[in-house]
């Protein structure tokens, strides 16, 4: 028996699934990708260095952020260029904010019409109009800081190799703080909600994997840690996790050790949730989870703990930059070095990571780029096998609504995944 | 199924319209008054284009005997002008003629909103109300065969290989974007259900990105052959992105670079979409401009072709009292690319590197000049190849009527 979905709706990039079940036996279980090419990694060879962020960060357009501080990450550690701490804990914000529009985008309006037995988001927002506006609320804040601090939402502006092109206004983020009250009232009330949603129990174990360090939750650095115990820098990470192509296929997924694995909001909850701001900790004690936690449709929930989150960890740094000067996030002069950089950091779908090779003038020789999705790809097609012999016994169209469910749960991104 | 579908997406737009609309509790002044359909273009008038007649169809839209339609435009223009006259700035007065316009259009949430807003309009304002509303009607019943007129235009959005962020830029726009989708028959948005597109006729379709795989291709032609008006979305559509850069690059080795196993793997030159087929019009930009888009988009769904102004970036540039990146020996692209998108890259300090395309009187022999002493010529032809800028410019060039 044959189970193909010939295209899933309700998330990043395009993508369709077959599974191939013999006697009750899952014989495959594959993502069948529709996603063209446009080789990324490529077209950044041979070129200035300073390309190398406007360019990658168009791989994706709901987290560009992300491709645009990894990529100058990288350079900047390729020509062993320091930026400021202010300059740091601004990029974080950033990513926080991406983080915060991504998830309330997929938690709300991409996952949960599957939870509820919906067939569409028209049920959803018409049975949940007060949740609707709140979940517009979180994104619309989100969305704010990115277009404060980046001078736009979708492929910002102002990041550049060593630090800001400008510095944003104190009075912008001044107002970001002002709301952010009302947006971690919402943050809790939208997890309140989530809390009383059917989630389906199924279980299957696996290794997960982030970045780690100490003192805050993980996003802007760290190092490469599982939940295996492994625990190495990020220069290693090529080392231990080994991209693979196979024939026809335009996506590479990423292995360690030949097993697949998970990245994202679950991988990061189960390793650093100790870390969690006061709120988002309280929440998570109240979902009642036990860790290790191999649920994978409990991925939606941990977004929501980090939603929470970071509310709380953006407002707390916005805070602390207004007290600092801003200005010192201004680009200064640095020398253009050669060199080989590596960075990774915290995308809303789990680690990206970089690598790239400069010569002296600051060409581009050699460009890396390993996303989430790519990662987590291996260990989506497992999980999906397995799951598919809990559903087997569903009428077709059942069984390709729970899948479809499934897969989006992962909130994966193809666009993304292909680059 | 296919019509069920269809008013099923309706239903949940209009939903969530209203529902952000409270949101806000506002109901934002509408500036284009919905006019029903003026005459549409001649079928055929954008000639046929071969690859070598690239970027025909900007060309046609500036040939396009567009008198008739200027003419009726202007005719309404001066009548919202004069109910603006007769309205006292007030946004409730605003709201209220809003809800009547869409009225026809949209009757159950126009509704609403009217409930809504006249509570807000005191006694004082009620007249010049309803005086403004007369004008309206008048301005609309004019050119239309009133019932025929009432069926909501049909739009598809249509994504090809890209980030996808040309979407993601309208869906951004929030409620201003969901009033769009009120006043039309969304076909195919996948991004709030799984069901796909049924088929049938559509008046407009806005593309997004690169036909990279053959599925890209067949879907592009087969929209095209479905829709009145076919619109590209953003600069991949329109010139090639980003990944047109492969084009300029070594042939084969690009996808070297990226791929162990490249056999089986559709990697064609970048082609922008109207090599394909014919494109209507063009939302430029990398990602496009959201308030560009609500400005054009009235007119195309009421089958007009809108003329983007020929004026550099440098103009928005200046508005926004930014000091110009030339004079800090910055290459910027701006003088010669067609301005629109408010100037957003000046405005934090990046140079323009000409997302939007070449302006139609844009002096590349000037720019060239200008950056001279900031850029070697290796340098600038880098730079416009970022957004797929180096092959228009050598068209320009080379004289080519592009």
Known sequence: MDIKINHIAKMEGHAGFMASVLDGDVKSAKLEVQEGIRLIEGVLIGRYYTDMPIIAQRICGICPVVHNLTSIKALENAMGIQVTPETKKLRTVMELAQIIHSHALHLFFLSLADFLDMDNDI?????????????????????DIVRVIGGRVIHPLTNEVGGFKKAPEAEALRKIVADSERALQDAVALGDFFKKIKIPDFQRETEYVCLSGKGRYAVYDGDIVSSYGLHIPVEKFEQDFQELQKQNEVIKKV???????????????????????????????????????????????????????????????????????????????????????????EAPRGTLYYHVDVDSKGYVKNVNIITPTAQFLANLEDDVADYIKEIIDLKDQDKQKKLRGFIRAYDPCISCAVH | MAVNKKSKIAKFLGRLSSVTSRLRGKVAAKKNAKKSKVKKLPVGIAKNKSAVAKKGARVVKKKMPAKLTVKKKTVADKKTKDAKKILPNKPANKSKAKADKRKPTVK????????????????????????????????????????????????????????????FALLDLGEKFLDFVGKIEMVDFRLIEDEEDGGGDLDLVLVEGNPVTEENVKTLKALRKRSKLLVALGNCAAMGGIPEIKNYQEGANTIKHVYKYIQGISNPEIREIDNFVK??????????????????????????????????????????????LLLD??????????????????????????????????????????????????????????????????????????
């Open chain 1, 123 to 143: 049920q959803l927002v018409s049975a949940y109009p007060e949740e609707t506006k709140i979940a517009v609320r979180l994104r619309e804040f989100g969305m």
């Open chain 2, 108 to 167: 159950r949430v126009a509704k609403k909103k009217v409930d809504a807003s006249v509570a807000v309009v005191n006694e004082k304002n009620k007249s010049a109300v309803k005086k403004t509303v007369k004008i309206a009607k008048v301005a609309k019943a004019a050119p239309s065969k009133p019932e025929a007129k009432l069926k909501k235009p049909k739009v598809a959005i249509a994504s090809l290989t890209s980030c996808e962020g040309c979407q």
């Open chain 2, 279 to 324: 494109v209507d019009f063009v939302f430029p930009g990398c990602p496009i401009s959201g308030d560009e888009f609500l400005r054009y988009i009235p007119e195309l769904l009421a089958g007009r072709i809108p003329v983007i102004p020929d004026q550099p970036v440098c103009v928005e540039c200046k508005a926004a009292g930014n000091r110009c």
């Open chain 1, 255 to 345: 292995e360690h050790n030949g097993i697949s694995y998970m990245v994202g909001a679950i991988a990061r909850i189960n390793i650093n949730r100790s870390k969690l701001n006061p709120q988002a900790g309280k929440y998570l004690e109240s979902l009642n989870f036990t860790f290790p936690d191999y649920n994978p449709f409990h991925n939606i929930l941990c977004q929501m703990v980090e939603l929470i989150h970071c509310v709380e960890e953006s407002t707390k740094l916005i805070k602390e930059l207004l007290n600092s000067d801003l200005e010192r996030v201004v680009t200064r002069p640095y020398e253009i070095k050669e060199g080989v950089g590596v960075a990774a950091v």
């Open chain 2, 329 to 402: 020996k910055k290459p910027c692209f701006g003088p010669m690319i067609q301005g629109g998108c408010g100037a957003v890259c000046p405005t934090s300090r990046m140079t323009c590197q000409g997302c939007r395309g070449l302006r139609p009187t844009g002096n590349v022999k000037a720019m060239r000049a200008a950056l001279k002493n900031m850029v070697t010529d290796h340098e600038f032809e880098n730079i416009a190849e970022i957004f797929g800028l180096r092959d228009d410019i050598e068209a320009r060039e080379k004289n080519i009527k592009i």
